[in-house]
């Protein structure tokens, strides 16, 4: 059997065949995406664009990092270079969570408008370029407008994920959640874990060519995930077409529920790394700082792999979120109660059970949505979760200030287990019955 070479084109570029019958033109308006036009393909993909999909989503979640974490290893060379006072680096470190919050919303925009491969595409190039420009100009006000823009850029791609997960893997929406996750938390370690003893050395010590450096990955993800992104569900009835709506419907309980239980997971993850390590100064162990915020970070990692087989059986399992939130509470008390190594082996625990209770919550809107309204239920429990980390953190130092008693400052942590056992119920008797997760 012959076939032509638009035939193998299609092949490589991963569309399927064209009918015999049908003309260049007629394949080419059959398959082109309309602006706001979501793809949900019912049958799964094969197992090499499978892998192609998740090697993308797995680069998207690393991508959502790599900048973010390039910043706090070279907070000193900024000291000395910019100047910045410590006030300066809290809000450079807070532009980008305040971002994620503001910005989520027009991300969902984006996606209604142009659709979900489009939105991610200028999601990464808008991190990838914001990114590298903090480095451009070496003064403290063009690092911020900067570090904006890359925000922003991030803010986009989150809610892309979701839905993009749910159109390339409805049947696997958990799996392929934690390939991203994992993806995600890796980006996050790579960056912190190699800028100071490979990357600077490498770079002779630039904080500017730092930035650059850790951009280059988010806009090689952009250029492959422009280039191979798989094009599911050309058949018929494979495509939705979303009705544009893109503001969450902030009536919904369930968006609410959504984004404390997201807000709490990050929340504890902030307020922890935000304050554990005055906290064990001031319990007279100063020596198990680096320990410590390497233990919850580091064991984020092997939570994201051994999630990889069973997110999709946990997600809708109220008794999973249940025990991560009573782990979380049980991880609080031990910090606080048991001294000397005890409090890295608890942060190694809190680290652990935020991992896993992450990876479950970033599926949630994939299950508990309608299709065409996963994208804004994502923006809108972005919105509130962030906004929730921020003020939970802003209220930790609070109570330190106000009591004096450093154990304050990590409140909200056992708050935050408690209101995810409290929510745990919202996975199953909430949202509309969406796929196999």
Known sequence: MRVTKMECALAISGFPPAPKTATVEGYRSASRFSPGTLVDNQTAPSAGRGLLALSLLWLSGASLRFTVLAVPPVVPLLHADLHLSETGIGWLSSLPPML??????????????????????????????GGAARGAVPTAPFLYASTVAMGAGVAIMQPALPPLVRSWFPARIGFATAVYTNGLLVG??????????????LLGGSWRLNFVFWSIPVLLTALLVALCAPRFGA????????????WPDWRRGVIWRLGLILGSVNAMYFVTNAFLPDYVTAAGRSDLISSALTA????????????????????KSPWAYRATGGLALISFIGMIT????????WAGTLGFVTAVTLILALALPSVLSAPDDVHRTSAGMFTISYSVAMVLSVVGGWLWDLTQVPIAGLLPVALCGILIVALSSTVSSAGHPAVAP
Do not use: D
């Open 100 to 129: 994620f919050a503001i910005a989520a919303v027009p991300g969902a925009m984006l996606i209604a408008r142009f659709g979900i491969v489009p939105a991610l595409i200028m999601g990464l190039l808008l991190n990838a370029l």
């Open 188 to 201: 996050e370690t790579l960056a912190v874990a190699l800028t100071i003893p490979v990357v600077l050395p």
């Open 235 to 246: 058949g018929k009835g494979a495509t939705i077409t979303a009705n544009r709506r893109w």
């Open 296 to 315: 919850l970070n580091l064991s984020q990692i092997p939570a994201s792999f051994l999630m990889l087989p069973v997110a999709g059986r946990l997600v």
């Open 338 to 345: 048991m001294p000397g190594a005890w409090i890295v082996f």
